[in-house]
T-cell receptor, first 110, second 116 residues
Framework: GQNIDQPTEMTATEGAIVQINCTYQ??????LFWYQQHAGEAPTFLSY????GLEEKGRFSSFLSRSKGYSYLLLKELQMKDSASYLC???????????FGAGTRLFVKA | DTGVSQNPRHKITKRGQNVTFRCDPI?????LYWYRQTLGQGPEFLTY????????KSRLLSDRFSAERPKGSFSTLEIQRTEQGDSAMYLC??????????????FGDGTRLSIL
């Protein structure tokens, strides 16, 4: 079957660094996405990985290891506004269906 | 770029009624997706269009659900004979194909359906 696992909740302090992990088992692989979703709002795109390695975009970085079925999202210099759910999503091969994880709720405290 | 627009934002209806939602994607996007999201969960894939063709439909989608994208622009999602379990946020997303890699999906604000 297809499955995406990520921690349910995490708490971190303003100004710190936090790493949100994601492991996946899917039918084929055609890219991994990270989205941010604030409560009551639509998901917004953060990053995309299709090859192994690290993609950096400002305060956000995402890493992928296809052989391990593993990714992480790294958030640096945390701000209160980073409190949100972070969704890991994988697109399998042979189609355009995207499977989302349940999301990790991040709480940033002062 | 006006973004993905969904209407209505909220829909409250009695069990057994039919409901229809509309999604207007970003104008140049040829791919359109429908998802359902419940509290504490990620979006669950329902169906996908490339232009006007419905290319994939979740096996979780019962026969009460139907989606169309008649001219390859806006799309509608209809739920017939609604049930309590249909209460959820229905999200639409669109993306652009091509460019040598997969393009990210842009989501609308969703339609929140409440079944009484």
């Amino acid at each position: 079957g297809q499955n995406i696992d990520q921690p349910t909740e995490m708490t971190a302090t303003e100004g710190a660094i936090v790493q949100i992990n994601c492991t996946y088992q899917t039918s084929g692989f055609n890219g991994l996405f990270w989205y941010q979703q604030h409560a009551g709002e639509a998901p917004t795109f953060l990053s995309y990985n299709v090859l192994d390695g690290l993609e950096e975009k400002g305060r956000f970085s995402s890493f992928l290891s296809r052989s391990k079925g593993y990714s992480y999202l790294l958030l640096k210099e945390l701000q209160m506004k980073d409190s949100a759910s972070y969704l890991c999503a994988v697109r399998g091969s042979g189609g355009f269906k995207t499977i989302f994880g349940a999301g990790t709720r991040l709480f940033v405290k002062a | 770029d006006t973004g993905v627009s969904q209407n209505p934002r909220h829909k409250i209806t009695k069990r057994g009624q039919n409901v229809t939602f509309r999604c207007d994607p970003i104008s140049e996007h040829n791919r359109l997706y429908w998802y359902r999201q419940t509290l504490g969960q990620g979006p669950e894939f329902l169906t996908y269009f490339q232009n006007e063709a419905q290319l994939e439909k979740s096996r979780l989608l019962s026969d009460r659900f139907s989606a169309e994208r008649p001219k390859g622009s806006f799309s509608t999602l209809e739920i017939q004979r609604t049930e309590q379990g249909d209460s959820a946020m229905y999200l639409c997303a669109s993306s652009l194909s091509g460019g040598g890699f997969d393009q990210p999906q842009h989501f609308g604000d969703g339609t929140r359906l409440s079944i009484l």
